[in-house]
């Protein structure tokens, strides 16, 4: 039970609030135009308490679709990517030139010629732009490819000999026969003039050529890679099933590593001892 003391506020309350609940319940109920009009309360009669009260009940709302549109304008009409030939026929370029701008691959890279990661073909060498097809490559395709020469064309035999950089063609390369005389190896004599070196079957080393101080002769890195050759020394194969070889491995490796961890725990005491005394 409350006491009189506090009943007399919720009371007030309850007298200032009741006209409003009412006035709000009648101007919500339907009714037809005429009876609104006929029922309606004058302005003076209004109390003024319950005005407060309803305009604080209401809710205003300050947005419009006019202030939305402002924030979505730029998405609708984005900026152009700039897509399409950077480059015409014929025309001369350099190597990381870009000659086509697109999206996916409609034109393929053909001749001294790459695409990027966002489908760009580029120049990989110097020379003049093709844009041809190659039915013996693909069927359907559309290539762009680089030229080196101004009136070449596009695409080259396959048997042609293909130019190169610095304007070079690939020709077949001839071989020594086995008749031909092999070098000979060379060996070093020191005398009082200094350091000789000579062939290995002259019997005068002063016919060699003469090096200069501080020099002597080495052995060829093709020599000394044969050395195991020449004494008949052979590795044995890998073996990926010989299990016995890879546990000896790992073994090792987990021995070092307790070796190393015993010496790092070796460290930290005596840096404690130290710090101790």
């Known amino acids: 039970m409350l006491q009189p003391r506090l009943l007399a506020p919720f009371r007030v309350l309850e007298r200032s609030f009741a006209p409003s609940l009412r006035a709000s319940q009648q101007l919500y109920r339907p009714q037809s135009v005429l009876q609104r009009t006929l029922s309606a309360p004058s302005p003076i009669s209004k109390s003024t308490t319950s005005l407060p009260t309803l305009l604080s009940l209401s809710q205003v709302r300050h947005a419009s679709h006019a202030s939305q549109g402002t924030a979505n304008r730029h998405s609708r009409d984005p900026a152009g990517k700039r897509l399409g030939a950077k480059r015409t026929g014929g025309e001369y370029v350099v190597p990381g030139c870009i000659i086509f701008r697109q999206r996916g691959s ?71 026969s086995a008749e031909a005389p092999a070098q000979s ?64 491995k790992r073994q090792a490796r987990a021995d070092r590593a307790a070796q190393m961890k015993s010496l790092k725990n070796k460290k930290k005491g005596s840096k404690k001892a130290k710090g101790g005394r």
């Open 106 to 176: 409609k034109w393929f890279p053909g001749e001294n010629c790459a695409m990027g990661r966002d489908h760009t073909i580029y120049a990989t060498e110097a020379g003049y732009v093709r844009y041809y097809l190659d039915p013996e490559r693909h069927s359907d395709r559309k290539y762009i490819g680089i030229c080196f020469e101004k009136e070449g064309k596009l695409p080259t035999p396959r048997n042609a000999p293909t130019r190169r950089k610095l304007n070079r063609v690939a020709v077949h390369r001839v071989f020594e």
């Open 185 to 248: 190896d060379l060996v070093a004599s020191v005398t009082e003039e200094g350091t000789m070196v000579s062939s290995v079957g002259a019997e005068d080393a002063s016919t060699g050529s003469q090096l200069r101080p501080g020099y002597m002769y080495r052995e060829a890195n093709w020599q000394i890679g044969r050395a195991a050759e020449k004494a008949g020394i052979t590795a044995k194969e890998y073996n990926s099933k010989n299990r016995w070889m890879a546990w000896r």
